[in-house]
């Protein structure tokens, strides 16, 4: 280059085209590659708005957009974007937006210290915080709260109102709720205690009933050692 001794085109080998500017090879042509030494950046744009390069020292490998317009990664058609390390593919988004994470026990962490971990063991679902002193929240905007089981996930097992009661399922009927002050079962819908289930206690919708089982006696008492009322089975009251 007449003038500037420093910059040149070259060609050091068979095959081989280098760039070079103050006396450095800024880039180099090698067969179907093109080699750029580290922190030497590829930028497009009037006012080099992408860029791509690697760090100084091997420290990182970065695609930077330089503006306030987004960067923009994209698959045409039905194909999928995958991201890989190790060799191993750990995320795909599929062409229907959907996100995948494809190894069993590979976690989506949150927070500084990973206090939120999501994932699946490949039997089970886990939403788990790790920290030993950190609680886990669920909650809405004045909407309600639902944890549903079942085939499909469909089967409504706990509701949460907003302000108002909790509400226990058995198999998408609902067994009991919360009030203002205790608890509620509905019409027919027993209080069990006992392994065997030995006391029930419930209202019928006419009469209200408590009921021993399995040959138990049944008891009322005024005070802990004193009992005023002792019911036998087939037998004394």
Do not use: M
């Amino acid at each position: 280059h007449t003038g500037d001794t420093n910059t040149a085109i070259r060609f050091p080998a068979n095959d081989t085209i280098s760039i070079e500017t103050a006396g450095v090879t800024r880039a180099t042509v090698t067969g179907n590659n093109i080699d750029f030494p580290d922190a030497g950046t590829l930028r497009f744009g009037a006012s080099n708005d992408l860029q791509i390069y690697h760090g100084t020292g091997g420290a990182s490998n970065i695609i930077h957009s330089n503006t306030s317009q987004p960067l923009i990664i994209s698959a045409s058609g039905a194909g999928a974007i995958r991201f890989d390390t190790n060799s191993n593919e750990r995320l795909r988004i599929d062409s229907d937006g959907s996100i995948s994470l494809p190894i069993d026990n590979q976690k989506l962490k949150f927070g500084a210290g990973n206090d939120l971990n999501i994932y699946s063991t490949g039997t089970n679902g886990w939403v788990y915080t790790p920290q030993s002193t950190a609680d886990l929240y669920l909650g809405t905007n004045a909407g309600e709260v639902y944890i549903q089981t079942g085939t499909g996930g469909n089967d409504t097992a706990i509701k949460v109102i907003s302000g108002g009661a909790v509400e226990l399922y058995n198999n998408g009927t609902k067994q009991c709720q919360t009030i203002n002050g205790g608890l509620n079962f509905q019409d027919s819908k027993k209080a069990e205690f006992g392994n065997s289930g030995d006391l029930k206690i419930y209202h019928s919708g006419s009469w209200n009933y408590i009921q021993s089982y399995n040959n138990k006696n049944l008891a009322i008492q005024v005070k802990d050692t004193e009992n005023a009322v002792i019911a036998i089975p087939d037998g004394a009251v």
